[in-house]
């Protein structure tokens, strides 16, 4: 069961489902935060709507937060587009390597990975650089493998950072306004309107609300991308190695194996050194 949904997961048309149901789990949270009761008119002005208190509450936290909120979902949708098997180890670009490895043009095999920028070819760049000690090959392989897997999360790193920023950054705007308004309240001698003082903390609040509406699809859409980052790099370290295997080069092999004829035969290997029989002592002889 899980191989299957693994299956399906993997192919372009159900990522596209699972970003549009994301989309739309996301509208469907801001649409009950942002609309109205039925016994409320729809006008933004009214002081109980959460749209008048986000209004009311726009400050430097709450841009930072809308910023933000822009940035992750540029960085979501290019997440999506970039993490894809035809993008990060094109299936036209991997063939082409075969069959250059096939036909033994190791030069021109060089020239294309050399401009081709997918995973399996800056891997396999690296260690045709290195040729043609294999030991050395591997390492150098293992080496580009590291980096661009590395180089892979840190491009999706920036939204675990945003999705645990959006909570404080919101948790921030809260505590300013909480301080803004008991402020108010101190400054009116205890005797101020208490609906007044609520709708101060309901400013106040509003940023915790877009804090966590800026956190939720970060860490969600970080959770998905790093899992598939890992499926595609181990993928592409394991075709990169296979491939290394094609053009590993010839280990020197002793002399005598190699030279014609001189294959030892098992009978001559097995058969005992024959000592010489020593002759018996001559008899002495009585005069």
Known sequence: MHTNLWRRYAGSKFRLLVMIAMFGASMLIVGRAFGQTADQTPNVNNPDSIVHLFRQSIGVVSITIILLSVISVTLIIQGFIKCRREVFMPAAATATMRDLIT?????????????????????????????????????????????????????????????????????????????????????????????????????????????????????AAFGILRTMVDRLTVQGALESEEMLLLIKPVEARPAAVVRAGAVPQPAAILRKPTLPTPSPAPIPTTE
Do not use: W
């Open 103 to 219: 036909q033994k043009h190791f030069k021109e095999l060089v020239e294309f990975t050399e401009a081709d920028g997918s995973f399996i070819s800056r891997a396999l760049n690296a260690a045709l650089k290195r040729a043609p000690h294999y030991n050395a090959m591997k390492e150098a392989m293992e080496t580009a493998l590291g980096e661009q897997t590395a180089e892979q999360f840190r491009r999706i790193e920036f939204l675990n950072i945003i999705g645990n920023l959006g909570p404080l950054l919101g948790l921030l705007g809260t505590v300013i306004g909480m301080i803004d308004a008991f402020s108010a309240l101190h400054a009116a001698e205890g005797q101020a309107n208490p609906a007044d003082l609520a709708l101060g903390i309901s400013e106040a609040l509003v940023n915790t609300m877009l804090g966590l509406m800026l956190a939720v699809p970060c860490l």
